[in-house]
C-alpha cells in the first residue's frame, strides 16, 4: 500500500511504518516525488537533498527490519523531515537566504538537526527562508519568492517560509523552523499549519545562524497539533554549550494531551490593539472562544493592548541584535544585502543604547506583567496574524513586518511558549490563525488546548489544492 502523502499525518505515518503498510523508502520516494513536483511553483526549498534523504530511509528501514519485537523505535524513525536554511547541516550547504552563505558548508550539524537525526528523521533538503531570517514575507532577492499554496499570488509569511510552505504543500511531513518576532507562527497562520514556538531556553539554537541571541527560538511547523508534541519531544532539551539553553526538567508533552480543557480559565483577548485587525480573522477567533466554551472553559475577554508596548520593543531588540551580528557584513558590502533587510539592519545600528536599555527594561517588566497574568488564567487565546496572506505584488517587506508581527512579537519578547492552529478561512479561501500562549514552560499545557480545539474542529484537515 502507498501512503497517501495529501492526507497522512506524522504521527499516523509512524504508526502505519510500524504496521509495514509501507517502507521508510516508499515514504521517502512521495515526498521526494512531491518536491520534484511542486518546487518549481512554490519555491519552497533552495536545496532539496534527495541522496541524503534515500540513505536516510534505507537505514531507517534495516533498523525497522531488525528491530527485536517489542523494542520501542526512536519517535522519527523514518520520517521525512525539512529544515530551515538557517540550521548548519553537515557538508551541506546553508545560506541563510543569503548572498553571504551562498557557498557555505558547515562541518556540523546545529544541535537542533542532529537530535532529529538521532531520532531517526530522515531530511529531504534545505527551505527558502526570508534572507538572514528578518522579514515575514518570504519574498528573497537572492533564492525567490516562496509562494502560498492557498494562493500562488500570496506571501507566505516568514521569516520559516519554505518550512511551513513544504508543510502545507504536502512536501515533507514536518519542518524546523525559527521564531524571532513570529517566523514560525506568522507562516503557519498564513499557510493553514500548525506552528509552535517553545519557551524560549527550551530547544537548543546551537548552530542556528543568530538574528537576536535575546529572542530567537526553535520549534517545529507540522499538520497536526499531536505531530508538533512529537517534534518538540525530540527537539526538547538543555544544551550546555548553548549560553541560551536553559536546565529545566523536559516535559512528558504526549501523556496529557487529550485531557482536554474542561475547567480552564482562558482569556480571549480583546481591546482597541487587537481588535483592529481583519474582520474575518476577529470573526474565526471569536468562534474559536466558543469552540473552547463547549469544550467546558470558561472564557473570559481581557484587553491587552499593552502587547503593543512589548511588539515595538521586540522590533528594536530584533534588528539592534541583527545588526550587532552582521556588523562586518554590513559595514563591508551593504549592497549584498536585500534593500529591506539593509534598511532594517541600519535601523537597528542606529539605536542608542539607551533606546536599547529601555527595550531591555520593557522585556523584563512583560516578563514579570505575564507571570502574574498567567496566575489567573490557564492560556491566551488571539488571532496570530491580524490578516490573512497579502499578495506578493505590491506588499512592502517592512510595513508587512510591523503589521504581521503585532500579536507574535510580545512573547518572543517575554519569552512564552506560544502554538498557531488553523481556526477558519476567509472567503478568499485563505487559512486564519488562532494563537494559543501560556507561562513558561508551559509547552504541554498549550498542546494540550491546541489538541482539544482541533479535535472539535476540522480546519486542520483542509488541503490547498495544488
Known amino acids: 500500500m502507498k501512503p497517501d502523502i495529501s492526507i497522512i499525518s506524522l504521527f499516523s505515518a509512524r504508526e502505519r511504518l510500524l504496521r509495514r503498510e509501507f517502507s521508510a523508502v516508499e515514504l521517502t520516494e512521495a515526498y521526494l516525488?512531491?518536491?520534484?513536483r511542486l518546487n518549481q511553483a512554490i519555491n519552497a526549498f533552495i536545496t532539496p537533498t534527495p541522496e541524503l534523504a534515500r540513505r536516510g530511509a534505507l537505514e531507517a528501514d534495516a533498523l525497522l527490519m531488525a528491530r527485536p519485537s517489542g523494542r520501542e523505535l526512536s519517535a522519527l524513525m523514518g520520517m521525512p523531515v525539512a529544515l530551515k536554511d538557517i540550521f548548519d547541516t553537515a557538508g551541506i550547504r546553508t545560506t541563510a537566504g543569503s548572498k553571504f552563505f551562498a557557498d557555505r558548508i558547515p562541518a556540523e550539524d546545529a544541535q537542533a538537526v542532529l537530535k532529529l537525526k538521532r531520532s531517526g528523521a530522515v531530511v529531504l533538503g534545505k527551505t527558502n527562508t526570508h534572507e538572514i531570517a528578518l522579514g515575514v514575507t518570504g519574498v528573497n532577492p537572492h533564492y525567490g519568492a516562496v509562494k502560498n499554496p492557498w494562493d500562488l499570488s500570496r506571501v507566505t509569511g516568514g521569516s520559516s517560509s519554505g518550512s511551513a510552505a513544504a508543510v502545507a504543500a504536502g512536501m515533507c511531513l514536518a519542518a524546523l523552523g525559527t521564531d524571532t518576532g513570529g517566523?514560525?507562527?506568522?507562516?503557519?497562520?498564513?499557510?493553514?499549519?500548525v506552528g509552535?514556538?517553545?519557551?524560549?531556553?527550551?530547544?537548543?539554537?546551537?548552530g542556528v545562524l543568530p538574528l537576536s541571541w535575546n529572542l530567537d527560538h526553535v520549534g517545529p511547523l507540522t499538520r497536526t497539533v499531536r505531530d508538533a508534541a512529537v517534534m518538540l519531544a525530540a527537539l526538547a532539551g538543555f544544551d550546555p554549550l548553548d549560553p541560551a539553553s536553559a536546565d529545566i526538567p523536559v516535559g512528558e508533552y504526549l501523556v496529557h494531551l487529550e485531557d482536554g480543557v474542561r475547567g480552564w480559565r482562558v482569556a480571549l483577548a480583546a481591546g482597541t490593539y487587537v481588535e483592529a485587525s481583519d474582520p474575518q480573522v476577529m470573526a474565526g477567533v471569536a468562534e474559536a472562544a466558543r469552540v473552547f466554551t463547549d469544550l467546558g472553559a470558561q472564557v473570559e475577554k481581557v484587553d491587552m493592548s499593552w502587547l503593543a508596548e512589548l511588539a515595538l520593543a521586540n522590533g528594536r531588540m530584533t534588528q539592534a541584535d541583527g545588526a550587532a551580528f552582521h556588523r562586518e557584513?554590513?559595514?563591508?558590502r551593504p549592497g549584498w544585502f536585500g534593500a529591506d533587510?539593509?534598511?532594517r539592519?541600519?535601523?537597528?545600528?542606529?539605536?542608542?543604547?539607551?533606546?536599547?536599555?529601555?527595550?531591555?527594561?520593557?522585556?523584563?517588566?512583560?516578563?514579570?506583567?505575564?507571570?502574574?497574568f498567567f496566575e489567573e488564567f490557564d492560556v491566551l487565546l488571539l488571532?496570530?496574524?491580524?490578516?490573512?496572506?497579502?499578495?506578493?505584488?505590491?506588499?512592502?517587506a517592512i510595513e508587512a513586518a510591523r503589521r504581521l508581527t503585532r500579536f507574535t512579537a510580545p512573547f518572543n519578547l517575554a519569552g512564552l511558549p506560544a502554538l498557531s492552529v488553523p481556526c477558519g478561512f476567509t472567503?478568499?479561501?485563505?487559512?486564519?490563525?488562532l494563537q494559543v500562549i501560556s507561562t513558561h514552560w508551559g509547552e504541554a499545557k498549550v498542546l494540550q488546548a491546541g489538541l482539544a480545539f482541533e479535535q472539535a474542529t476540522s480546519w486542520h484537515n483542509r488541503r490547498p489544492d495544488i
Open 341 to 343: 533587510v539593509r534598511q
Open 383 to 396: 488571532p496570530t496574524t491580524p490578516i490573512p496572506a497579502p499578495p506578493i505584488e505590491g506588499t512592502r
Open 427 to 433: 472567503g478568499e479561501k485563505l487559512p486564519i490563525g
Open 329 to 332: 557584513r554590513l559595514a563591508e
Open 196 to 206: 509552535l514556538k517553545p519557551t524560549y531556553g527550551r530547544v537548543s539554537t546551537r
Open 183 to 193: 517566523s514560525i507562527r506568522i507562516p503557519a497562520s498564513l499557510c493553514g499549519v
Open 345 to 372: 539592519l541600519e535601523t537597528g545600528a542606529a539605536l542608542t543604547s539607551g533606546e536599547y536599555a529601555l527595550a531591555r527594561r520593557t522585556q523584563a517588566e512583560g516578563r514579570r506583567r505575564f507571570e502574574t
Open 33 to 36: 516525488g512531491q518536491i520534484e
